[in-house]
């Protein structure tokens, strides 16, 4: 699929939007008869998509775009976003991101305020003025998979393990299973080889942490790839080696301001295509579980139009 090429526009249609009523536990819930009412005074039709599962509000999302609809706003956290960036990727459909979620990193690293009914203002000025502005997204390929866009960050080391973990776990509920998780997989810990072909260029080494940053920030802000910019057309790559179990928890930390990159077991790469291979390794996208290794990441500039 190729970048979007369309001038500044947003094509005539109804808004759609996508709301995941049980972001950020709840929280935001009460916010959405606002955020619809806010929208509605850009001067278009206002859709609320209805979806019970992740797999509904994907195909509900594609089927708004196939049926006309002028842009797509999504109400929720990373999760959700990355939902609807699937039908909105490479067309000419705006989409704007409502931080209303645990985790909002793909809306705050493209501009957008971190307060939702902000967010919706930004977004509905945009609509009324007929106004977009592009971005990258990154392309995830696998032989026998369909494509599958993400806007922030691949995880495929330590941080995409405890998300298997704790995915696999029935108990605790909540944040304690992932905490849980971090500790099993703490006693676990072990680097591992990896194979990273950087545009054609191949690098081996044995890794605990590794990330493909689109954008900067995963996980609610932690700055894994605080130097990626989802405008330059490139994927930064942050690789941190043999870490012990005792270097990863003082490391840790520093991500949340970006500066474990200066740490001398973290090596940073930036490249336009990254093949990158591991044995027993899932990778997660947008906190979204995604596709077994080996894959395939690709930038693709301008993918997406923001109502910004």
Same mark, same amino acid.
């Given at each position: 699929?190729?970048?979007?090429?369309?001038?500044?526009?947003?094509?005539?249609?109804?808004?759609?939007?996508?709301?995941?009523?049980?972001?950020?536990?709840?929280?935001?819930?009460?916010?959405?008869?606002?955020?619809?009412?806010?929208?509605?005074?850009?001067?278009?039709?206002?859709?609320?998509?209805?979806?019970?599962?992740?797999?509904?509000?994907?195909?509900?999302?594609?089927?708004?775009?196939?049926?006309?609809?002028?842009?797509?706003?999504?109400?929720?956290?990373?999760?959700?976003?990355?939902?609807?960036?699937?039908?909105?990727?490479?067309?000419?459909?705006? *989409?704007?991101?409502?931080?209303?979620?645990?985790? /909002?990193?793909?809306?705050?690293?493209?501009?957008?305020?971190?307060?939702?009914?902000?967010?919706?203002?930004?977004?509905?000025? +945009?609509?009324?003025?007929?106004?977009?502005?592009?971005?990258?997204?990154?392309?995830?390929?696998?032989?026998?998979?369909?494509?599958?866009?993400?806007?922030?960050?691949?995880?495929?080391? *330590?941080?995409?393990?405890? /998300?298997?973990?704790? /995915?696999?776990?029935?108990?605790?509920?909540?944040?304690?299973?992932?905490?849980?998780?971090?500790?099993?997989?703490?006693?676990?810990?072990?680097?591992?080889?990896?194979?990273?072909?950087?545009?054609?260029?191949?690098?081996?080494?044995?890794?605990?942490?590794?990330?493909?940053?689109?954008?900067?920030?995963?996980?609610?802000?932690?700055?894994?790839?605080?130097?990626?910019?989802?405008?330059?057309?490139?994927?930064?790559?942050?690789?941190?080696?043999?870490?012990?179990?005792?270097?990863?928890?003082?490391?840790?930390?520093?991500?949340?301001?970006?500066?474990?990159?200066?740490?001398?077991?973290?090596?940073?790469?930036?490249?336009?295509?990254?093949?990158?291979?591991?044995?027993?390794?899932?990778?997660?996208?947008?906190?979204?579980? +995604?596709?077994?290794?080996?894959?395939?990441?690709?930038?693709?500039?301008?993918?997406?139009?923001?109502?910004?």
């Amino acid at each position: 699929m190729l970048a979007v090429t369309a001038p500044d526009h947003v094509p005539p249609g109804p808004v759609a939007v996508l709301a995941n009523p049980t972001a950020a536990r709840g929280r935001h819930r009460g916010l959405l008869p606002e955020v619809l009412a806010r929208l509605g005074a850009a001067g278009r039709p206002v859709e609320l998509l209805r979806a019970r599962t992740a797999g509904e509000a994907e195909a509900a999302c594609h089927a708004a775009v196939a049926g006309g609809a002028g842009a797509l706003v999504s109400v929720g956290g990373d999760g959700t976003v990355h939902r609807a960036v699937q039908a909105v990727a490479g067309t000419a459909v705006p *989409f704007g991101p409502v931080p209303a979620g645990t985790g /909002n990193d793909f809306a705050v690293d493209t501009g957008y305020p971190a307060d939702p009914l902000a967010a919706v203002d930004v977004i509905a000025a +945009a609509l009324a003025a007929g106004r977009t502005r592009p971005v990258d997204l990154a392309r995830l390929s696998r032989p026998g998979d369909d494509d599958r866009w993400f806007g922030a960050v691949l995880a495929a080391g *330590f941080d995409a393990i405890v /998300n298997e973990r704790a /995915n696999r776990m029935r108990w605790p509920r909540g944040r304690r299973r992932y905490d849980l998780a971090i500790l099993v997989e703490l006693a676990r810990l072990r680097p591992r080889r990896y194979r990273l072909t950087l545009d054609g260029e191949p690098h081996e080494m044995d890794a605990v942490l590794v990330a493909v940053g689109n954008a900067a920030s995963y996980g609610g802000g932690m700055r894994i790839c605080p130097d990626a910019d989802p405008t330059d057309g490139l994927l930064d790559v942050v690789v941190g080696g043999r870490f012990d179990r005792r270097t990863l928890m003082r490391v840790k930390p520093r991500i949340y301001r970006g500066t474990h990159v200066t740490h001398p077991l973290v090596r940073t790469y930036r490249a336009r295509t990254v093949e990158l291979v591991a044995d027993g390794i899932t990778t997660y996208v947008d906190g979204e579980r +995604a596709f077994p290794l080996p894959v395939t990441v690709t930038a693709v500039p301008a993918a997406l139009r923001l109502l910004r």
